[in-house]
């Protein structure tokens, strides 16, 4: 009798709330971030139409996958994964801004906890000693108001149970914002942009070096240089998104 009890009251519950969200909605109507659309109740951040359409990637399940290739080109790299293929104009594109530029922080740990499930899925990163984020300048960060990939790092420290290193690299460098400058000059803005600070206590580390959007792969190339300077470390990527 009390079993039933309780399973009509948490029936009750569950009602309540789906009414008072549908009733929130039509007071205050939230909007799908790919297509502007209204959202149903149940969706969140986007629409199901946009979220059939998101290129979300296998990376994490291939060793040799191609965004992998790309980056140990230059240096040496032991796994990448992207959740996104990013496309300019894409739903993947407009997600990125809403959280990057327009500060929709929850947008951006529910994307990094989707990523992190991923790679507590994957057999390549389970292994990992320390999570480090792309350093933001301290000019841009009190422009911004906050590290996006730090934003990121926090939330697949939840998924792998693995630390934030988050001051383990520092940007000494204020550079311009890459998107705007050309393939060949984004080289050139990062070189000696990161500094590696105090390792003593490292020994033989695997580093997973983590970003928003994966272009050229400059940034991570000089921030993973930084680290590859501890003896017997390796490096592995992870990004919301990749542009290749």
């Keep these: 009798m009390l079993s039933l009890k309780g399973s009509i009251s948490v029936s009750v519950k569950k009602n309540l709330t789906l009414y008072f969200k549908s009733f929130v909605d039509v007071l205050f109507p939230r909007y799908c971030l790919g297509c502007e659309d209204p959202l149903e109740t149940y969706?969140?951040?986007?629409?199901?139409a946009c979220a059939m359409g998101l290129s979300v990637?296998?990376?994490?399940l291939q060793k040799?996958?191609?965004?992998?290739?790309?980056?140990?080109?230059r240096f040496e790299l032991f796994q990448a994964c992207a959740l996104f293929q990013f496309h300019k104009q894409g739903v993947v594109a407009h997600l990125v801004h809403a959280f990057k530029y327009e500060g929709n922080v929850g947008l951006g740990k529910y994307l990094a906890t989707w990523l992190g499930t991923q790679l507590q899925q994957s057999p390549f990163y389970q292994n990992i000693t320390?999570?480090?984020p792309v350093p933001l300048h301290r000019r841009r960060k009190r422009?911004?108001?906050?590290n996006q990939a730090f934003v990121i790092a926090k939330e697949l420290e939840k998924k792998l149970g693995v630390r934030v290193a988050e001051g383990l690299l520092k940007r000494v460098k204020n550079t311009q914002q890459l998107a705007r400058i050309g393939g060949s000059g984004r080289w050139k803005e990062v070189k000696d942009a990161f500094l590696l600070q105090s390792t003593s206590k490292l020994e033989k580390p695997h580093f997973l070096l983590v970003d928003d959007v994966i272009t050229t792969g400059a940034t991570l190339t000089a921030c993973?240089?930084?680290?590859?300077?501890?003896p017997q470390a390796k490096v592995s990527i992870a990004a919301l998104a990749c542009r290749l």
């Excluded at 990637?57 to 994490?60: N, Q």
């Excluded at 993973?224 to 501890?230: V, Y």
């Design 143 to 146: 422009k911004r108001g906050f």
């Design 57 to 60: 990637t296998d990376f994490y």
């Design 224 to 230: 993973a240089q930084e680290l590859l300077k501890i």
């Design 64 to 73: 040799e996958n191609v965004l992998q290739q790309h980056l140990r080109m």
């Design 130 to 132: 320390h999570i480090v």
């Design 43 to 48: 969706e969140k951040y986007f629409c199901t």
